[in-house]
């Protein structure tokens, strides 16, 4: 667009000595709506949102006993995890932020259902998703996610073709 035509224009001034840099703020533009968008859009399942419980537990019996309890009788995982004093971790992430192994079971999940037990090295894990959301740029993780793609994305072949690192001193 006008902002790369522009950058093109100073290089080649640049290259004739007319011109000694550019300082580019490329933080407005990962703020415009436009470039979330076209981020969000390429990223996909990889940002989706999912509201988690997550436990992890040593042996794979009580990591299915602790299933049961919330599958037979209607108890929540974090007091479980809480009676058996084992931590249960619950936060709201993007797909792409949590562990591979768990993925498919993510995905598949229904919202408030808890998983069976996943090996994870050497731990067995009890998950729980509560919500899953779309992609949006009015979610603070995605958001976030976007802006730091979109400002990779616009300054780091700036930078490369633009700038020429020099040596100080002798």
């Known amino acids: 667009g006008e902002l790369v035509d522009w950058l093109h224009e100073a290089g080649a001034l640049h290259a ?6 550019v300082i580019l703020n490329a933080g407005a533009y990962t703020h415009t709506s436009v ?5 969000i859009k390429r990223e996909g399942l990889a940002w989706l949102v999912y509201e988690i419980e997550e ?18 009788d209607g108890r929540t995982l974090a ?5 058996a004093g084992v931590r249960c971790v619950a936060d709201t992430r993007l797909l792409s932020d949590v562990a591979e192994a ?9 919202p408030g259902e ?3 037990p996943i090996r994870v090295g050497a731990a067995w894990i ?9 992609p949006s740029p009015a979610e603070p993780l995605v958001r976030a996610a976007a802006e730091a793609q979109v400002e990779t994305r616009v300054t780091a072949p700036l930078v490369e073709s633009r700038i020429v690192w020099e040596k100080q001193g002798p």
Do not use: F
């Open 79 to 83: 007091d479980v995890a809480q009676e």
């Open 126 to 134: 009890v998950l729980r998703v509560s919500a899953k959301r779309p």
């Open 35 to 39: 470039a979330l968008q076209d981020a």
């Open 114 to 116: 808890v998983v069976d």
């Open 55 to 72: 436990s992890h537990w040593t042996s794979l019996d009580a990591a299915r006993e602790a299933v049961s309890c919330v599958r037979l």
């Open 16 to 21: 004739k000595g007319k011109l000694a840099g």
């Open 102 to 110: 768990l993925h498919d079971a993510v995905l598949t999940s229904v």
